[in-house]
């Protein structure tokens, strides 16, 4: 991604960033089913913001069913208004809720710890930790709501390198930043030198997570390169998890595992039999005589490494003509293939030194 392509998305962002409110307990008043009063308004809100809100102001699922069974809507309402006011007292935090001004309801609700970080505050900061520490917009993505999910991934102007093993080389100080109006995250990931199997991994640690942008701590987080430990444990962790796919026959179980991911994606089936042929390799061990309805499928070996299977996956997430560059497909299912890749292999294989 070049500079323009980035400051355009960011101008377009913030421009159209939706208006948001903070509110307690005591300012979220339910007059119905998804209508609440907040600051003298009756306002309709999302299902979602209502579990939301439920949540915040401590209303179980369970709690509402069973009062709505013995007392109907009208005791639900009032058990949500008495939790509210209780909370409100016992300072039970605040909420920011974002709106749609076009269909004239809450769509977004975000829990804050601290205050509220604009998304014009995010951008000012990334900008200036992109000056100071010579890092440029790798990717971007933006979020269907105006709420928060902006996904930013840096890519240094001076790379380093690692070889997990012959051919297979790393840059390792890449860095990536997540943002809602109550949270900002940071991250490091590593970017595959090989592009024939796939081009990002990402590591699911975190190497920050702050709820407000002071003085203080984007002094922090400007230093984040300079600390090196994060990074290392980060790639030590990737090192290990890659070795031993290397020398892990993938089972069956984890095939199946992938043919499901690949589905959650959207991913046609032919595909998926392409990649992860879960059934194929079930109808070898029929044939065979095993009856895999009562066969651990945890315990039956497939026909190729964890590695391989980890390969296909980063692939397709990096080179599919099905999904567009700019799809978050792409990162979603390659953040899911590092997260497959760092979980106990089923089938391990030990040296026998008899």
Not at 149 to 165: C, D, M, N, R, S
């Amino acid at each position: 991604m070049d500079s323009i392509t980035y400051q355009m998305k960011r101008d377009h962002f913030i421009r159209n960033q939706r208006p948001y409110r903070i509110v307690e307990p005591g300012d979220l008043l339910a007059a119905g089913e998804n209508v609440y009063k907040i600051g003298g308004y009756e306002v309709q809100v999302t299902p979602g913001v209502a579990s939301e809100i439920d949540e915040f102001i401590g209303v179980r699922r369970d709690q509402a069913a069973a009062v709505q069974d013995t007392f109907g809507s009208d005791g639900v309402r009032n058990l949500r208004n008495y939790l509210a006011m209780s909370n409100s007292v016992q300072k039970a935090g605040k909420l920011a809720l974002s709106a749609d001004p076009q269909r004239l309801m809450v769509t977004g609700a975000t829990r804050l710890k601290k205050e509220a970080i604009p998304a014009d505050s995010f951008f000012d900061f990334l900008d200036f930790f992109m000056d100071k520490n010579d890092y440029e917009p790798e990717q971007f993505y933006l979020p269907d709501e105006g709420h928060g999910g902006i996904f930013v991934k840096l890519k240094p102007l001076a790379p380093q390198y690692h070889e997990i093993t012959s051919g297979e080389d790393f840059m390792t100080n890449g860095l990536w930043f997540r943002w809602n109006l109550g949270e900002v995250q940071a991250g490091n990931y590593f970017m595959r030198m090989v592009c024939s199997n796939g081009a990002m991994a990402e590591s699911e640690r975190k190497i920050a997570k702050v709820n407000s942008l002071d003085e203080n701590i984007i002094r922090s987080l400007l230093t984040l390169p300079k600390n090196q430990g994060f990074m290392e444990h980060n790639y030590n962790q990737l090192t290990s998890n890659a070795r031993m796919a290397m020398n892990t026959a993938a089972s069956l179980a984890e095939v199946r595992k992938v043919a499901k991911l690949l589905r959650r994606y959207g991913v046609d089936d032919q595909t998926i039999d392409d990649m992860a042929p879960f059934q194929q390799l079930s109808d070898y061990y029929s044939s065979a005589g095993y009856d895999m309805k009562v066969y651990p499928a945890n315990q039956a070996m497939s026909d190729m490494t964890m590695w391989e299977l980890f390969n296909r996956i980063t692939w397709f997430a990096s080179h599919s003509p099905e999904w567009s560059e700019e799809d978050n497909r792409r990162s979603g299912l390659m953040i899911d293939s590092v997260k497959l890749l760092s979980q106990p292999r089923d089938i391990k294989k030990y040296i026998n030194v008899f």
